[in-house]
């Protein structure tokens, strides 16, 4: 996005997503605060809201994808190392488009990996959630879902 463009749109941004972001966030906090059976205090249930009440679900799934693949850059230091080195090491023999495919083959592996975590971080989560949870947790998904559905 153009900066120009954003400058001349930032009042019309601030004036319309903000309030509505505000009151859903609000409106799923006090859901929770006095519907769950959790006791959860004022905090947690404003955090919970914030999270579940993003007016542009695509947009958190695109910074949660590009936090993730920074993560998966960061923590994959040995695969970065090795690439270098390959890279590196080949790179004055390499024509532009050997280095076009690989570039798009890394582009792959990094795209494979990172669903992987997610795929996996998910898996774990749900092994532990589903041995401690009970129908009334699934109720309260359910009711959660349908009420952040209602509210965007």
């Not at 954003?6 to 509505?20: D, N, T, V, W, Y």
């Not at 959790?38 to 914030?50: E, K, N, Q, V």
Request: aromatic share 16%.
């Amino acid at each position: 996005m153009e900066i120009r463009m954003f400058r001349k749109s930032f009042f019309q941004i601030i004036l319309l997503a903000l309030p509505g972001f505000l009151l859903a966030a609000f409106l799923m906090c006090m859901f929770c605060i006095y519907v769950f059976m959790y006791d959860w205090s004022w905090y947690t249930g404003m955090l919970f809201g914030t999270i579940i009440s993003t007016t542009d679900p695509g947009a958190v799934w695109g910074l949660l994808k590009d936090t993730g693949e920074t993560w998966l850059e960061v923590s994959g230091v040995f695969p970065l190392i090795a690439m270098s080195i390959i890279v590196s090491a080949a790179r004055p023999t390499l024509s532009p488009d050997v280095e076009t495919h690989i570039k798009r083959f890394w582009q792959v592996l990094s795209y494979i990996a990172n669903t992987l975590v997610f795929v996996l971080v998910g898996w774990i989560i749900t092994q532990n959630a589903v041995q401690h949870s009970e129908i009334h947790d699934w109720f309260m998904v359910l009711a959660i879902y349908c009420l952040s559905f209602v509210m965007r």
